[in-house]
T-cell receptor, first 115, second 114 residues
Framework: DTEVTQTPKHLVMGMTNKKSLKCEQH?????MYWYKQKAKKPPELMFV???????INESVPSRFSPECPNSSLLNLHLHALQPEDSALYLC??????????????FGEGSRLTVL | AQSVTQLDSHVSVSEGTPVLLRCNYS??????LFWYVQHPNKGLQLLLK??????LVKGINGFEAEFKKSETSFHLTKPSAHMSDAAEYFC????????????FGTGTRLQVFP
């Protein structure tokens, strides 16, 4: 199994809603990532979890709250988002932390629209 | 600081003709370099990676890239384009200062015409 599975594929929410994005991998990878991708732009790193601990937070606003319940799961909790937060949110995993391995496995993303 | 520059935002080729996607990097040490592909409405997939072994790197789907230190380049090539190659391609360098980070280029959209 070489898949990273993200749910939901599409999400529409209002600015006062609370929702969550979910990501799951069963490759035994110990590093998991959240990226944000706006249209026609490269992905931007948001968070990195290494061995279930948050190792990088790229100064992301607190309305985005990551959670890593175990080594296979990664969540992104969303609250009080703004329309400019509308984007494709990509989850990725890698065998270990350390970008020199470089081989990230990406999910297909959750496309978020904030009204 | 490390960076990559993708020299073309769009490249158009005919099916069966060669593909060249250009990437230059900036780094004060020997970098780790990657090419990722993103098909429409999909996640990214690693095509190939260079990590200071052989300078000519072969990847999936017939793609290859050559690391040229003298030219600070890591161009992606394929001898014969296929319609299924139409996608966005990202040249990526690892951040040696923070090895959990990848630094993405701005992307090159490859169009393949029949």
């Amino acid at each position: 199994d070489t898949e990273v599975t993200q749910t939901p594929k599409h999400l529409v929410m209002g600015m006062t809603n609370k929702k969550s994005l979910k990501c799951e991998q069963h490759m035994g990878h110990r590093a998991m990532y959240w990226y944000k991708q706006k249209a026609k732009k490269p992905p931007e790193l948001m968070f990195v979890y290494s061995y279930e601990k948050l190792s990088i937070n790229e100064s992301v606003p607190s309305r985005f709250s990551p959670e890593c319940p175990n080594s296979s799961l990664l969540n992104l909790h969303l609250h009080a988002l703004q329309p400019e937060d509308s984007a494709l949110y990509l989850c990725a995993s890698s065998q270990d932390a350390g970008a020199n391995t470089g081989e990230l496995f990406f999910g297909e993303g959750s496309r978020l629209t904030v009204l | 600081a490390q960076s990559v520059t993708q020299l073309d935002s769009h490249v158009s080729v005919s099916e069966g003709t060669p593909v060249l996607l250009r990437c230059n990097y900036s780094s004060s040490y020997s970098p780790s370099l990657f090419w990722y592909v993103q098909h429409p409405n999909k996640g990214l997939q690693l095509l190939l990676k260079y990590t200071s072994a052989a300078t000519l790197v072969k990847g999936i789907n017939g793609f290859e890239a050559e690391f040229k230190k003298s030219e600070t380049s890591f161009h992606l090539t394929k001898p014969s384009a296929h319609m299924s190659d139409a996608a966005e391609y990202f040249c990526v360098v690892s951040d040696q200062g923070n090895t959990d980070k990848l630094i993405f280029g701005t992307g090159t959209r490859l169009q393949v015409f029949p």
